[in-house]
């Protein structure tokens, strides 16, 4: 089982279930001629696609696209189904950054025929995430910058307020649909900028000034 590790604590949080948002940022949906959705577009990766800052993002051999997406991960705390937006914000127990790698060309091939997502997002190696910050030691504002760089190169910048869904409106959404239990990742969604990245690749992510992450791909 992986854990998570909290800043400047010694707290060791067991994964649980990894839930993602995707099209949370408007101009991130049409940069990918998606519609805005009306509703947060849920979906999930398995715990086994977890890794963390260090690691190294294996390419797959059936995919000749992989993409970047930079996004604020939340930590669920606590047990909750049919969370009010209070309940909801007095779950999330920690933030981080996160990686949520996509095989774009298998993405694209499976929206075409109706198919689920799941190859495409659920790959070994394809969710990354940074050390977590308590909320109880930062109070996130959303005017903090989410920025992704792959050598050196800046590709994502944007505000955390760009979101179409808060933090608290996604997991209030998502309790109505499943139950989330302490230890579950939910990955809130990214803005434009996504792109290629190729082997030998230096990925660097980061919630400016408060959490971040760096990884290669292989």
Known sequence: MKHITIKNT?????????????RNYSEHAKELGNEVPEKPLVFLKPASALIFSGDKIRYPSFSN???????????????IKDANLKEAEDAIEAYGVGLDMTLRDIQTKLKEKGHPWTIAKGFDTSAV????????????TLNERIILSVNGVKRQDD???KMIFSPAEIVEYISSLMTLEEGDLIYTGTPAGVGKVIPEDKIHAEIEGIVFLDCSVE
């Open 129 to 140: 995430v940074s050390d977590f910050i308590s909320k109880k030691e930062y109070t996130l």
């Open 10 to 22: 010694n707290q060791q949080i067991p994964v649980g279930k990894i839930v993602c948002v995707g």
């Open 65 to 79: 696209e992989m993409h970047h997406e930079v996004e604020l991960v939340l930590l669920v705390g606590k047990k």
């Open 159 to 161: 505000l955390l307020n």
